[in-house]
T-cell receptor, first 115, second 112 residues
Framework: DADVTQTPRNRITKTGKRIMLECSQT?????MYWYRQDPGLGLRLIYY???????NKGEISDGYSVSRQAQAKFSLSLESAIPNQTALYFC??????????????FGPGTRLTVL | AQSVTQPDIHITVSEGASLELRCNYS??????LFWYVQSPGQGLQLLLK??????LVQGIKGFEAEFKRSQSSFNLRKPSVHWSDAAEYFC??????????FGAGTRLTVKP
């Protein structure tokens, strides 16, 4: 079984709808991340969480919110989806490292289309 | 703001030829440096990383990368490319606890 899973894998929705993307991990990591990938832009960090009570905004958090329901679960919500949020979304996890960044383990991605 | 530049959007090499993918970053101190590979329809997988120490690091699948502080670069190399190396490659740079940036990626095509 995959260590990092994302649901759904594909989603088509309409402008203004609320959408939730879910991520679960079995790696036992405290740190979890949400990224979006756009062609020509690479990955950009949306939100990250270093433990259940620690949630932080990333480079592009506007229009998104997150919930860390448990160590293993980290959800990303689009309260009112808009077309420019059409992208490939990745969840990732990593183990601890003091004052820095460790290797991240990525899920398979969720392709979201907002019409 | 910190930025990560991968100057080559697309590179084509022949199977068996050598490969070098470039990565430059703008940040004063030594950051945490990573190379990831993404195969079509897949998530990203770590090839190698550099935090400190020996500036030439070895990774999986025969890849290596060299950190050059004076050039703010972390270029990825492979002496002999295999057809299975065709993928997109991302350089990533992290600093302190709240800034992680990825380059735009370099797509590698391998000719038979």
């Amino acid at each position: 079984d995959a260590d990092v899973t994302q649901t759904p894998r594909n989603r088509i929705t309409k402008t203004g709808k609320r959408i939730m993307l879910e991520c679960s991990q079995t790696k036992g990591h405290d740190r979890m991340y949400w990224y979006r990938q756009d062609p020509g832009l690479g990955l950009r960090l949306i939100y990250y969480s270093f433990d259940v009570k620690d949630i932080n905004k990333g480079e592009i958090s506007d229009g998104y919110s997150v919930s860390r329901q448990a160590q293993a679960k980290f959800s990303l919500s689009l309260e009112s989806a808009i077309p420019n949020q059409t992208a490939l979304y990745f969840c990732a996890t990593s183990g601890p490292i003091r004052g820095g960044w460790n290797e991240q383990f990525f899920g398979p991605g969720t392709r979201l289309t907002v019409l | 703001a910190q930025s990560v530049t991968q100057p080559d959007i697309h590179i084509t090499v022949s199977e068996g030829a050598s490969l070098e993918l470039r990565c430059n970053y703008s940040y004063g101190a030594t950051p945490y440096l990573f190379w990831y590979v993404q195969s079509p329809g897949q998530g990203l997988q770590l090839l190698l990383k550099y935090f400190s120490g020996d500036t030439l690091v070895q990774g999986i699948k025969g890849f290596e990368a060299e950190f050059k502080r004076s050039q703010s670069s972390f270029n990825l190399r492979k002496p002999s490319v295999h057809w299975s190396d065709a993928a997109e490659y991302f350089c990533a740079v992290g600093r302190n606890n709240n800034d992680m940036r990825f380059g735009a990626g370099t797509r590698l095509t391998v000719k038979p």
